[in-house]
Structure formats: C-alpha cells, structure tokens
C-alpha cells in the first residue's frame, strides 16, 4: 500500500502547537494563541488576523500554506448541497460534501484518496486507492465546509467520504480529537463509517472519545456479502458482529447499519430477513440508501415500491429503519463519483 503523502512543510492544519510557537520566535508568547484562535475558532486565514502585524500574517501564510486547492465546486437542491473536488500537492483528488438540513449542517470528509477495499457499487473503489490523506488534509475539508456554511455551524461530521477511515486509523484519530478539542464538536456529532476493519473498531471501541460508528452492511450472509465488499473474505460477518458488540457494549452508543438497495441483489424478502437476523441483536438502527448508480456497476437501485416494502419488511421484524434522502444526484455526490468524471471526461461546467 503506497505511503502517506510526506509533508515536507507542514500544511496549515498539519502544523501543531509548537510548530505555530516555532515560527513565532521572538513574538510575544500570546501570539501562538492568537493564531491558534483564529485558525481553529475564528475559521480565518491568518492574512486575516489583523490583531497580527501585517508582516507576520504575511508571513504564516507563506510559511503555514493550505493543502486543498478547489478543482470544481458544484451545488444541487437549491443550494443545501455542495460537492468540492480537491487537488492536493502531489495531484491526488479528493472529494467533500456540505449538506444543509432545516435542523443540522453536515458535512461528508474523505480519509484517503481513492480506497483499496473494491467494493463492487462504489464509484471510489473503482478508482482504486492512491495514498492516505494526512490529519491537516482532513481537517482542512472541515474547515473548507464550515466557512462555507456560515451563517450556520457546521454542527456535524460524517467520515463517509473518499476512502476507509479505519484503514488510515492514526491519521483520522488525530484529525477527530482536533476536531473535538480545537473546532468544538461533540462526539456524539462526529460519525465513522467502515466497511467492516474489526481491528479499526476495536481500536475505536477502546478510544477516550466515543464517537458514532456506521458499518456499510450490504448483505447479510457472508457469500452475498464478499462479493460486495471483499474485505468480507478476511472478516467475515460473524467476526464484525463480535467487534460490533463490543463496541455497543462499551460505548453505550446506538450502532447504524449502512445498507445501499440494489435492485434485484439485496432488496429481497431474504434480504430483509437476513438484515433483520444481523440488526437485532445489536440494537441498530438501518439507513437504508437508494443506490446512486456508477458508470463502472451496471445496475440500478431499487425501485421506489421495493424500498417502501423493504422498509416495512424490517419495521415488522423491529427493527429502527429509516431511508435516507438521496442528495446531489445530479452533482455526481455519491463517494468518488466527480473525481472519477474528473478523471474520464476532464472538468464539467460548475453549477
């Protein structure tokens, strides 16, 4: 698996504490705080700052640069939904999603560009895996959609994005705590999805935060099931629902199952039974996804009457089943789906 992208410099939201104290040599102590603030609190530049010298600002911006540059943005359902595609330094692409709600603003980060677990529906698996985003790239996405949101907060995370978040475990860890510690989100409004790495969970289960944990579910018995997400081969269900447990068990929180409806695949009676089998025991609550299709899997997603009766299916057996609004369809927001347009067919008009 190729390396984490070195950052020779460090990028604004790479650069710790004392990296910021570093380039503040001979400033007045309070300084570090004032930058510290105004990244993290104030979400501004330090071009910015003017409690700052000018010559200063002038110089952390040069010094601290940004690692995103905006390749295409787009915006769907009247502006509630926004969709960046990113080049990063090295000419890696990477995607992020802002979506505005009546009750909440939520925002979709990658944890890597491209993603190696080849599930068979997911536009970004098709693409392949490329690196490992490093904590500064992730946490910049945050802070991308956050000024965009404004007037509104940016109240919740969903690590959904680009890549497998548990296989780039140490990296997204940090970029959580900044998130928690320095951009002031509750855990309980930051969400990790995972197509099942039972070594990641269990890492998160014993972590000092608890955050929310999403498993991209598919199917329900272990053949229908590696045959969607591969990484089923070397942790089949019976070892997912042990780590699942755990994770219930130890962090008091409800467990959501991700369950994308494929027409004719996994949008049966025996489907839904066999969904019912796995959720139950675990308490979990089911969103259920109308597929976004891909130009690399030729099916479609199921028919509006199959997810309203998969839906009841579930509720009879008792299970907690909602299905999720399916945003910017016409923005290509499924998981890699721009970055690969990007790729095939070069830059779209914005709008």
């Known amino acids: 698996m190729p390396p984490t992208y070195p950052v020779e410099v460090p990028t604004r939201y790479?650069?710790?504490?004392?990296?910021?104290?570093?380039?503040?040599?001979?400033?007045?102590?309070?300084?570090v705080e004032q930058v510290w603030r105004g990244l993290y609190q104030e979400l501004r530049d330090p071009s910015e700052l003017t409690t700052l010298p000018t010559e200063l600002r002038r110089d952390l911006t040069q010094r601290f640069p940004l690692a995103l540059e905006v390749a295409t943005e787009r915006t769907a359902d009247d502006g509630e939904t926004t969709?960046?595609?990113?080049?990063?330094?090295?000419?890696?692409?990477?995607e992020t999603v802002l979506m505005e709600y009546d009750d909440r603003v939520t925002a979709c980060l990658s944890s890597q560009a491209g993603c190696a677990m080849g599930c068979t529906f997911c536009a970004t698996g098709q693409g392949g895996f490329t690196r490992?985003?490093?904590?500064?790239e992730i946490v910049e996405q945050f802070v991308v959609a956050a000024r965009a949101a404004l007037p509104r907060r940016l109240s919740n995370v969903v690590f959904m994005g680009m890549g497998e978040p548990l296989a780039n475990y140490d990296r997204l860890y940090r970029a959580i705590e900044r998130l928690h510690d320095d951009l002031g989100l509750s855990a309980r409004r930051l969400?990790?999805?995972?197509?099942?790495?039972?070594?990641?969970?269990?890492?998160?289960?014993?972590?000092?935060?608890?955050?929310?944990?999403?498993?991209?579910?598919?199917?329900?018995?272990?053949?229908d099931r590696s045959a969607l997400v591969p990484l089923n081969?070397?942790?089949?269900?019976?070892?997912?629902?042990?780590?699942c447990q755990a994770y219930v068990e130890t962090t008091g929180r409800r467990l959501s199952l991700e369950w994308a409806l494929i027409d004719g695949v996994n949008d049966t009676v025996r489907a839904a039974e066999e969904l019912a089998s796995f959720a139950l025991p675990l308490r979990a609550h089911?969103?259920?996804?109308?597929?976004?299709?891909t130009p690399g899997y030729l099916v479609r997603g199921s028919a509006p009457e199959v997810v309203r009766s998969f839906t009841a299916a579930l509720r009879s057996a008792g299970v907690n089943a909602t299905v999720r609004r399916t945003r910017g369809v016409d923005i290509d927001?499924?998981?890699?789906?721009?970055?690969?347009?990007?790729?095939?067919?070069?830059?779209?008009?914005?709008?």
Not at 14 to 31: C, F, N
Not at 211 to 216: I, T
Not at 286 to 293: D, H, S, T
Not at 334 to 350: I, S
């Open 132 to 136: 490992n985003l490093t904590t500064g």
């Open 14 to 31: 790479d650069a710790d504490r004392g990296e910021i104290a570093a380039a503040l040599v001979g400033q007045p102590t309070y300084r």
């Open 191 to 223: 969400t990790v999805s995972t197509v099942g790495v039972v070594p990641g969970i269990r890492r998160l289960t014993e972590a000092a935060l608890p955050v929310n944990l999403a498993v991209s579910l598919h199917a329900a018995n272990n053949e």
């Open 333 to 351: 927001a499924a998981c890699g789906q721009l970055a690969a347009t990007q790729v095939r067919l070069g830059p779209k008009p914005l709008g």
């Open 286 to 293: 089911v969103n259920l996804i109308p597929l976004n299709p």
């Open 233 to 243: 081969r070397r942790y089949p269900l019976e070892a997912l629902a042990d780590a």
């Open 83 to 94: 969709k960046w595609l990113f080049k990063l330094a090295d000419g890696a692409l990477v």
